[in-house]
């Protein structure tokens, strides 16, 4: 009987195709050319609306601040005339320190107090849900309502403030008719309407703190203050410089309170950078100087910004 065999391929035939895959089943580089040009069709739209919406304004604002324009007319060519007028402006070293000063007392009234509020919320074996909406409600009411309520808490004759002050014999005190009073009293309103943000997110990383190092630190004896300090800040120190970067920024560009609590007063105690933008833009018309401070505000911004980052490296790792 004769005997079938089958004859060897040549030693040069090609091997068959396998897809659009090479050795290993490892994708050629046509193929993460193809994914790539995907995936960046799909983010085009995001990177257009951002380009649209973030860094056409800024470089619109930038040669703005050169020119000088009433929105209307052609603009004008004018160099650095804006930044000229603008620290001509003797309001201005004014409205730098109160700003400055606004975010010292903001950071020490608005950075430890969510803090201390989320500790104690997280402590609680019952009711902890209803804190937590309770906190939570300034939030959601529009910042122009709030300062306006707060306008009327701090009314010297008929304000809620006064009032509760006085069952304890102490004021009247005039709030926002003072120098000295105005502006820690543009912190506390601040602090009561946006530090519900800052306890939520607090809490949630409580929530991820490790229940064995305090169980650990109560058996070593540790009160509720040692536990704080040697356990939560340091689990919470990352959440803590983040916090802490988002609010320096908030509280230099403050602008609701002092406009509408104050209008800058009384004898300019509270203008602030931004309230003085406003002022050179829809009150004088300037918008040339207005913006030439916007950019200046915005480059103090990134400095800042920039050093806080350099001198927090890695701590929120350690």
Same mark, same amino acid.
């Given at each position: 009987?004769?005997?079938?065999?089958?004859?060897?391929?040549?030693?040069?035939?090609?091997?068959?195709?396998?897809?659009?895959?090479?050795?290993?089943?490892?994708?050629?580089?046509?193929?993460?050319?193809?994914?790539?040009?995907?995936?960046?069709?799909?983010?085009?739209?995001?990177?257009?609306?951002?380009?649209?919406?973030?860094?056409?304004?800024?470089?619109?604002?930038?040669?703005?601040?050169?020119?000088?324009?009433?929105?209307?007319?052609?603009?004008?060519?004018?160099?650095?005339?804006?930044?000229?007028?603008?620290?001509?402006?003797?309001?201005?070293?004014? +409205?730098?320190?109160?700003?400055?000063?606004?975010?010292? *007392?903001?950071? #020490?009234? $608005?950075? &430890?107090?969510? !803090?201390?509020? /989320?500790?104690?919320?997280?402590?609680?074996?019952?009711?902890?849900?209803?804190?937590?909406?309770?906190?939570?409600?300034?939030?959601?009411?529009?910042?122009?309502?709030?300062?306006?309520?707060?306008?009327?808490?701090?009314?010297?004759?008929?304000?809620?403030?006064?009032?509760?002050?006085?069952?304890?014999?102490?004021?009247?005190?005039?709030?926002?008719?003072?120098?000295?009073?105005?502006?820690?009293?543009?912190?506390?309103?601040?602090?009561? +309407?946006?530090?519900?943000?800052?306890?939520?997110?607090? *809490?949630?990383? #409580?929530? $991820?703190? &490790?229940?064995? !190092?305090?169980? /650990?630190?109560?058996?070593?004896?540790?009160?509720?203050?040692?536990?704080?300090?040697?356990?939560?800040?340091?689990?919470?120190?990352?959440?803590?410089?983040?916090?802490?970067?988002?609010?320096?920024?908030?509280?230099?560009?403050?602008?609701?309170?002092?406009?509408?609590?104050?209008?800058?007063?009384?004898?300019?105690?509270?203008?602030?950078?931004?309230?003085?933008?406003?002022?050179?833009?829809?009150?004088?018309?300037?918008?040339?100087?207005?913006?030439?401070?916007?950019?200046?505000?915005?480059?103090? *911004?990134?400095?800042?910004?920039?050093?806080?980052?350099? !001198?927090?490296?890695?701590?929120?790792?350690?």
């Amino acid at each position: 009987m004769p005997v079938l065999t089958t004859a060897p391929p040549p030693a040069d035939a090609a091997p068959a195709a396998t897809g659009r895959r090479g050795t290993g089943g490892r994708a050629t580089g046509s193929d993460r050319d193809r994914r790539a040009l995907a995936g960046l069709a799909f983010l085009l739209p995001a990177l257009l609306c951002f380009a649209f919406f973030a860094w056409w304004p800024i470089g619109r604002s930038v040669v703005l601040s050169f020119q000088q324009t009433n929105l209307v007319d052609p603009p004008v060519w004018v160099g650095l005339r804006n930044f000229e007028i603008l620290f001509a402006d003797p309001l201005l070293p004014t +409205a730098l320190l109160n700003t400055v000063w606004y975010t010292v *007392l903001s950071l #020490l009234i $608005g950075l &430890p107090g969510p !803090l201390a509020v /989320a500790v104690l919320i997280s402590e609680l074996r019952r009711f902890g849900g209803l804190a937590r909406v309770l906190v939570y409600l300034p939030v959601i009411v529009p910042p122009v309502v709030s300062v306006l309520l707060w306008k009327l808490f701090y009314d010297p004759d008929s304000g809620l403030v006064n009032g509760l002050l006085g069952l304890v014999g102490l004021g009247p005190y005039p709030w926002l008719q003072s120098p000295g009073w105005a502006m820690p009293s543009l912190v506390i309103e601040a602090t009561w +309407a946006g530090a519900g943000g800052a306890v939520l997110i607090y *809490l949630a990383a #409580l929530s $991820g703190v &490790p229940r064995e !190092l305090y169980e /650990a630190a109560e058996t070593d004896g540790a009160s509720v203050a040692r536990r704080v300090v040697h356990v939560t800040l340091p689990q919470l120190r990352g959440v803590i410089l983040v916090l802490l970067l988002l609010q320096i920024i908030g509280c230099l560009q403050v602008f609701t309170e002092p406009y509408v609590m104050t209008d800058g007063g009384p004898e300019n105690a509270t203008v602030t950078v931004l309230l003085m933008i406003y002022r050179y833009a829809f009150l004088f018309g300037d918008y040339g100087t207005a913006t030439a401070l916007s950019v200046l505000l915005a480059c103090v *911004l990134a400095v800042v910004s920039a050093i806080y980052l350099r !001198l927090t490296r890695g701590w929120g790792s350690r």
